[in-house]
């Protein structure tokens, strides 16, 4: 795992704001449905995902593409609950905090620490995605009850990218999922080639073991 750093967080932000703006973007530009981009995109979630458990250290363009990825399933889980099985964005809010609650629950009784400096085995690593995978999730849906179903606007969460992407009559800057997506993808590559470089977010414990860039 990356050393939480300020990148880490800008990154990640970027990456919420990605995960809401390429699924609607695939979703409306791919001709699959939300269904089957939600198929396409967890075949390509789990090909990096193993990938990701294979490497023995942390590699800044892996892991970030699986962030990224997972933010993108995150959202697309979320869409499918709502637009095409109807569950109501209160019902899948509550449904994805409590699966969260229980991942960190299971996953302390049985690790006895939720230290992201201790993931250095298959099952602390499963739950540490586990984990992502229900929070982008929960993201998605919490932001979307709040920005549309109360009223509040897009100042929040994964629904930044909604604020930015959709009409100005619909609240938004009317910027469009695509110049919206590749805004951000571009941010965080650049981010990401430099942390891979100058290797900034590399744990202490790494560096002492002398792992390979």
């Not at 193993?50 to 959202?75: D, E």
């Not at 629950?105 to 099952?123: A, P």
């Amino acid at each position: 795992m990356p050393e939480v750093t300020v990148y880490f967080w800008i990154i990640k932000v970027l990456c919420t704001t990605v995960g809401e703006t390429a699924a609607d973007l695939l979703n409306e530009k791919a001709g699959l449905g939300l269904t089957g981009v939600s198929v396409l995109m967890s075949a390509l979630l789990a090909g990096v995902l193993v990938v990701q458990f294979r490497t023995c250290a942390y590699r800044a363009g892996v892991y970030w593409l699986a962030v990224a990825l997972i933010s993108i399933v995150g959202t697309l889980i979320s869409d499918n609950l709502t637009d095409n099985m109807g569950v109501p964005l209160d019902t899948s809010t509550a449904v994805f905090a409590i699966a969260l609650a229980v991942v960190f629950v299971v996953w302390y009784r049985r690790e006895r620490t939720l230290s992201i400096h201790s993931i250095d085995t298959t099952g602390r690593e499963s739950f540490y995605w586990l984990a992502v995978r229900f929070t982008f999730a929960l993201g998605t849906a919490a932001g979307d009850l709040v920005s549309e179903r109360m009223d509040l606007g897009y100042w929040l969460g994964a629904s930044v990218g909604d604020y930015l992407s959709q009409s100005a009559g619909d609240g938004g800057l009317g910027l469009g999922t695509v110049v919206t997506s590749t805004l951000f993808l571009a941010v965080i590559l650049g981010l990401v080639v430099y942390l891979a470089v100058t290797r900034k977010d590399v744990t202490e414990a790494e560096r002492e073991a002398g792992l390979p860039a």
